[in-house]
Structures are given as structure tokens and as C-alpha cells.
């Protein structure tokens, strides 16, 4: 039995709880740079950006997982992400993800009118893009 502490952590969605589990270590993606957050750390809220949260199991294996914009809250050695998103590594449809990008990139190409309506499209159309291509980043960790 290992006498090293542990970090409760927790990742949910608005659909649900995406990982839980106690872990060594998590490195979460702040809206300025990347967060370790270790057990015993100080009270913390953050924002996050979209990117990818790596967990350090107590096994000193990595998971990861694609993350969305959102806030983490950090109690000591409980940590809560609250994302818009997340998607396990091992759970990514990278064709699915390809597909996604290829969309993306071919409605921001498309996109010429200056307009009101144009400038939306481009912007989903770029958001979209950003999504799949750390859908991708993160589900190649794992192959």
C-alpha cells in the first residue's frame, strides 16, 4: 500500500459525468497556459480553454481526455472540471473527427460574405475546426 495522497478527481458535462477516480496528478487546460495540480493543492476556480486534461493514475499511467471550455474548482485534493464537453481518448470516433474537421474547414473556405450571417458561420465553423482537431491531438495519445 502506498503511503503517496491521492486527488479525488471529477469531469462532468451537461450530459453527465465523463471520469472519476482518485489520481496522482491532473494537468488541466487553462484559458492562459497549462495547470498541475497536485494533491494538497491551495483552494482554486479557474477557467479552462478547449484543449486536453492529462490524469496521472497512482499507477503512473496517463489518460486523456478532450476537453471544452469551462472552470475547474480545486478543495485541497478534490478537483471538479465542469466543461462543456470531454471525450475519454480512448473514446474518440477519429473517423468521425476527421469527417468533422473536413466540414469545418470546408464551411470556413465557403464562407466570403462579409455579412452579419457570414461572420457567424465563420465563427461556428472555426469553433467546430478547434474541437476536432483536439479530438484528434487527444486520440492520438492512445494509438
Do not use: C
Amino acid at each position: 500500500m502506498s503511503d503517496e495522497r491521492t486527488l479525488a478527481v471529477q469531469v462532468v458535462t451537461p450530459e453527465g459525468q465523463v471520469y472519476a477516480g482518485d489520481v496522482a496528478m491532473v494537468v488541466l487546460p487553462g484559458v492562459d497556459g497549462e495547470l498541475g495540480i497536485l494533491p494538497r493543492h491551495q483552494p482554486l476556480v479557474t477557467l479552462l480553454g478547449l484543449g486536453e486534461t492529462r490524469i496521472r493514475t497512482v499507477g503512473d499511467d496517463w489518460e486523456y481526455i478532450a476537453t471544452g471550455i469551462g472552470y475547474a474548482q480545486v478543495l485541497f485534493d478534490k478537483v471538479l472540471v465542469v466543461v462543456d464537453h470531454a471525450e475519454l481518448a480512448g473514446a474518440i470516433d477519429v473517423a468521425r473527427a476527421e469527417k468533422a474537421e473536413e466540414r469545418a474547414r470546408a464551411r470556413m473556405r465557403e464562407s466570403g460574405d462579409l455579412g452579419a450571417r457570414a461572420e457567424v458561420d465563420y465563427f461556428r465553423a472555426e469553433e467546430a475546426l478547434k474541437r476536432a482537431v483536439n479530438r484528434l491531438n487527444v486520440a492520438r495519445r492512445v494509438r
